[in-house]
């Protein structure tokens, strides 16, 4: 990792970061690490020292809170073990998966202590179905987004093929224009532009109907106005990211096309069970079909906003007046999902796809954030941590995606078995999150154990979607292929 350098002084926190730090809005990211080896701690501080530390934001506190308008980052003297802990834990513990998930849950308990820089790990020498031992980091939001630390993540590792190698940083470009100066391009753009202006305004709108009185129907998954402050659960399954490739071309989409569209199906059926249960106790029971007609349900989908789609080089993020700055560049979209039980498990990623596609002809995740920092600025952060609350409180779901190193890495000697980064804080009562990583896709949820119960189940549903949409998938491009071979 490039030296960032240390604080001159005090710094101001961003808007976003202040809407973090709100009492509202007092968001974590939590992140569970599997390796292929046992820890050794001593090689993990050794590189944290060397790495982690140097970054300016981890070896700062935060200071003067009043009226969240004063908020500063300050550096201060960091003590490795303030901020690492290896509990003394048996190698042979019965139910090792549950105690894990236990353990991460209990973290969502206690807050952090801001008189300290507002990031800790815990390595957990214990061997799971996943990987012979644990790592779990816990960082406040207001350090940075998911970008940001999957950025600062590949800086801090090394490829498991080549020791001395960074990891390859994924690369994703934003679509562009054409250099064609033709008349019909012209018009093709006066009505493209169009066409962003009125989805933008129509968004826009339906994001105030939402903070106003737009409400999600009441559903089994739909949390309590305050399930933010309740503790949380963590559980999360590894599928093939080589399946997902695979209907993303079969079905010409985009990979996040294909997860929420997994997503949209697996909250299908996991709310058809949960009606069909609640029916059974009304004495009334439906064989096929449980779901009410007409039931609307949202997720706030997060989007990176940066000039650069995509992770980017973390010494061109710290780099002074970069346009892909460190920091919380997060804005997000209210997509709506079609909670149906479909005939052809394809129709999900389809309906998807044309809702994602028509999301990206509107500046919707642009205005989001900016709006709220707007408001912070205007009006101070109490009245912006209530805007973004009521707006996420009105939803029902939130989802992310976020791409992750394209092989497999160490990290300060310890090979990685998976990714499994995580949210809490939000006033969902379930939170999705996809991770690639390699060839592997990790789903985690994060739930609020008072309404979901059972994650597991749900992950049961999210990952038999994504088996019946890739063998759909698979049907259809041997039609293809059979079809060209006859013509």
């Known amino acids: 990792m490039a030296n960032s350098g240390a604080l001159i002084g005090e710094e101001a926190l961003s808007p976003a970061a202040q809407l973090f730090q709100s009492p509202s809005l007092n968001c974590y990211i939590v992140t569970m690490i599997g390796f292929k080896t046992k820890i050794n701690p001593n090689f993990v501080k050794a590189g944290l020292e060397q790495t982690l530390l140097k970054h300016p934001l981890f070896s700062s506190k935060i200071v003067d809170g009043k009226e969240g308008r004063n908020m500063k980052w300050t550096p201060t003297t960091l003590k490795l073990e303030n901020h690492v802990f290896v509990p003394n834990l048996d190698p042979n513990i019965d139910h090792p998966d549950q105690f894990v998930e236990d353990y991460v849950s209990n973290l969502t308990k206690t807050p952090m202590d801001l008189s300290k820089?507002?990031?800790e790990i815990h390595l957990l020498n214990v061997k799971t179905s996943d990987a012979e031992a644990v790592g779990?980091?816990?960082?406040?939001?207001?350090?940075g987004d998911g970008t940001s630390l999957t950025s600062l993540l590949i800086a801090s590792t090394r490829k498991t093929s080549d020791p001395e190698a960074l990891p390859t940083v994924p690369i994703k470009k934003r679509a562009g224009s054409t250099n064609s100066?033709?008349?019909?391009?012209?018009?093709?753009?006066?009505?493209?532009?169009?066409?962003?202006?009125?989805?933008?305004?129509v968004d826009f709108t339906l994001f105030l109907a939402t903070f106003l009185f737009l409400k999600d129907t009441q559903s089994p998954i739909k949390g309590a106005p305050r399930c933010d402050l309740t503790t949380k659960r963590f559980a999360y399954r590894i599928v093939s990211l080589d399946d997902i490739k695979l209907v993303k071309n079969v079905m010409n989409m985009t990979i996040n096309d294909v997860v929420l569209g997994a997503t949209q199906a697996g909250l299908s059926r996991y709310l058809d069970r949960r009606y069909a249960a609640e029916d059974e106790k009304d004495g009334d029971i439906s064989n096929t079909n449980n779901l009410p007609e007409s039931l609307r349900?949202?997720?706030?989908?997060f989007a990176n906003i940066r000039a650069t789609a995509g992770i980017q080089d973390m010494a061109e993020m710290m780099a002074k007046g970069s346009k892909d700055k460190w920091g919380n560049e997060i804005g997000y979209v209210i997509f709506p999902l079609t909670i149906a039980l479909h005939g052809d498990p394809l129709e999900h990623i389809g309906e998807v796809k044309a809702k994602m596609e028509r999301k990206k002809l509107s500046l919707e995740a642009q205005c989001t954030l900016p709006?709220?920092?707007?408001?912070?600025?205007?009006?101070?952060?109490k009245a912006a941590a209530a805007l973004t609350h009521t707006v996420f409180t009105n939803t029902t779901v939130a989802f992310s995606n976020v791409c992750g190193p394209l092989e497999e890495i160490s990290f300060f000697g310890h090979s990685i078995a998976f990714l499994a980064p995580s949210i809490y804080g939000f006033p969902h009562a379930i939170t999705i999150h996809c991770q690639s990583y390699a060839d592997k896709m990790t789903i985690i949820l994060a739930v609020d154990p008072n309404v979901v119960p059972d994650p597991h189940q749900l992950l049961d549903d999210l990952e038999e979607s994504l088996q019946l949409i890739k063998d759909a998938a698979l049907k259809k491009g041997s039609s293809i292929l059979l079809s060209e071979k006859e013509d």
């Open 117 to 119: 820089p507002l990031w």
């Open 136 to 143: 779990v980091f816990r960082i406040h939001h207001s350090i």
């Open 181 to 201: 100066n033709t008349t019909f391009w012209w018009l093709l753009s006066i009505w493209f532009v169009l066409r962003l202006i009125w989805n933008t305004c």
């Open 297 to 301: 349900l949202r997720a706030i989908v």
């Open 371 to 381: 709006f709220s920092c707007s408001v912070l600025k205007t009006f101070g952060v």
